[in-house]
């Protein structure tokens, strides 16, 4: 099994041939995905990557980590497996914590308690 990369920063407009192609370089790439918008279908902007070594991952994370792609500067990590926590961001949950204290709606504005 391969050594996943995450690839961000990806111009708009990148296939995933092109993607392949230049990772080609620091060795073999086993697989491509770059992620969609499941509604439009247009590119997300990163893509994972799968290369065949550890010593391969390494030399594509070193080539390309900063390489300007379409004047576009790519991120290059070690991909995240998906058993490590994300972090939720924003305020947490639906509403947040205090926000039916103090009587309104995600504090935007919507309606007031009386």
């Known amino acids: 099994m391969g050594v996943k990369l995450f690839v961000g920063n990806l111009p708009y407009s990148t296939t995933e041939d092109e993607l392949a192609t230049l990772f080609a370089q620091a060795g073999t790439v086993e697989s491509v995905v770059i992620i969609t918008d499941r509604v439009t279908g247009q590119s997300r902007g990163f893509a994972f990557l ?31 497996s998906r058993e490590e926590p994300r972090s939720q961001g924003g305020r947490g949950g639906r509403h947040g914590s205090d926000d039916r204290r103090r009587g309104s709606y995600g504090g935007r504005g919507g309606r007031r308690s009386r």
């Open 50 to 80: 799968e290369m065949s070594t550890v010593s391969e991952a390494q030399k594509a994370i070193h080539m390309f980590n900063g390489y300007s792609l379409a004047n576009r500067e790519l991120v290059v990590n070690p991909a995240r």
